[in-house]
């Protein structure tokens, strides 16, 4: 008589082999990434390096692993293949030598530049816009930010419906394919057309609604949190408001405007956590997002996160403060932090210097920032909790200060 452990171990054997079988059919492919950057006149090689080292960070977040990355000095991009022809041989050799199936250049390339590198590579071809936009449909949420980044990619998909054929005969998934899809009905230039625009009624609806919710806020000040994606924003809106924002260490972890009222030794609030800036931020979705980012247009304190363990958080500031510019926010008051001290002393103090040199190092970077920031700056560390409070009091004053502004013959507002 067959014991029931024998049919159970049989059972299992033989569900592994059809396992098997199927995954021989129907393999998991994974997304070999090729990243290519060119270095202009303007740039150093080193520079050029920092931003694919970003760029791999965005394909990581995609769902990319980078095998490789190329680079070549340019005083422009080549018409034909972004790259001169040389540096193509280069790429397609390598590419097949590793097994990849998806090249990334670090910048917005045209259709015809996109058709070419796909009829020579024979692979997946994605520029930075694309990346980014994939990775925006990827974490959008709500029903505006997912009009807003349908929106985005419906513009930038339109002068590249002719590239599109070879997409719609092999129906390919993965990066740069999730979102709106690319679906046959969706080919035609007209469609597209009646699609943005009933795309964008859809979000003067939303945006209407959104006012109208910004309205029932009432009198309470608004402060917004901004900066670079991966600075701690999140983290910071969970420690002041003890909410549960996603935070993780990915970029754009956050795309959805979350607003939180935040009450501080009787001092209420609003706190909005926005979505994070990036260099090369594609136009179509600075312009898609337009009502997304009224939340910090809107707002009465601008809070800008800095990253201060990143080597090139100066070019971070650089880039939110330009953001900030072309939305025109520069009227409010703003309070600079920097965020992950802790892991700006691990990386640049030898951890064998006396604590007093520490310290001293520690103050002369603060002395320099404050003097280069020329407005109120904090340092701490959101993770480790590390001098939160100075950050809650210097808050506290200056939204205390607003409200003495706008409202000086109510007291009952800030006590």
């Not at 397609?92 to 590793?98: D, I, M, N, Q, R």
């Not at 259709?111 to 994939?134: F, G, V, W, Y």
Request: aromatic share 8%; with cysteine; net charge negative.
């Amino acid at each position: 008589m067959v014991s029931t452990q024998m049919v159970l171990t049989v059972f299992i054997l033989y569900l592994c082999s059809i396992i098997n079988i199927l995954h021989e059919v129907n393999p998991l492919i994974e997304e070999r990434a090729i990243l290519i950057g060119i270095i202009r006149d303007n740039q150093t090689a080193e520079q050029v390096e920092e931003y694919l080292d970003e760029l791999a960070f965005l394909a990581e977040t995609a769902g990319a692993v980078t095998v490789k990355t190329f680079t070549q000095k340019l005083k422009h991009p080549d018409v034909r293949y972004f790259v001169g022809s040389g540096k193509m041989e280069e790429i397609k050799a390598y590419k097949e030598y590793a097994d990849v199936n998806t090249i990334i250049i670090d910048d917005e390339i045209s259709p015809a530049q996109q058709r070419n590198l796909e009829e020579e590579l024979k692979c997946k071809i994605l520029d930075r816009t694309s990346l980014i936009l994939d990775i925006f449909a990827m974490r959008a949420q709500t029903a505006q930010a997912r009009t807003q980044v349908e929106l985005a990619q419906m513009q930038y998909l339109l002068p590249r419906l002719k590239g599109l054929w070879t997409h719609l005969e092999r129906q390919r998934g993965g990066i740069g394919m999730r979102g709106p899809g690319e679906k046959e009905i969706e080919t035609d230039r007209r469609v597209i057309n009646d699609k943005i625009a009933r795309l964008k009624q859809d979000l003067e609806i939303l945006d209407k609604q959104e006012q109208t919710r910004r309205k029932t806020r009432g009198e309470l000040i608004r402060v917004a949190l901004v900066g670079y994606t991966n600075v701690g924003k999140s983290t910071i809106m969970n420690l002041l408001s003890k909410s549960e924002v996603l935070a993780e260490n990915k970029l754009f972890a956050t795309l959805d405007t979350t607003v939180r009222k935040v009450v501080i030794e009787n001092i209420a609030f609003l706190l909005s956590d926005t979505v994070g800036f990036i260099r090369k931020l594609p136009h179509h979705l600075v312009e898609s997002f337009k009502s997304t980012l009224d939340e910090t247009k809107e707002s009465d304190i601008i809070v800008h996160v800095v990253d201060a363990s990143h080597e090139n958080f100066r070019d971070h500031i650089n880039v939110v403060n330009e953001t900030l510019s072309d939305l025109s926010v520069t009227r409010q008051p703003r309070l600079v932090v920097f965020n992950k001290m802790d892991l700006y002393r691990e990386k640049y103090f030898d951890r064998f210097l006396p604590e007093e040199i520490k310290k001293e190092l520690s103050e002369d970077f603060e002395k320099n920032m404050r003097s280069w920031m020329n407005c109120n700056c904090v340092f701490i560390s959101a993770t480790n909790k590390e001098n939160i409070e100075e950050l809650r009091n210097t808050m506290i004053l200056m939204v205390q200060d607003m409200y003495h502004k706008r409202y000086p013959y109510k007291s009952n507002f800030y006590g």
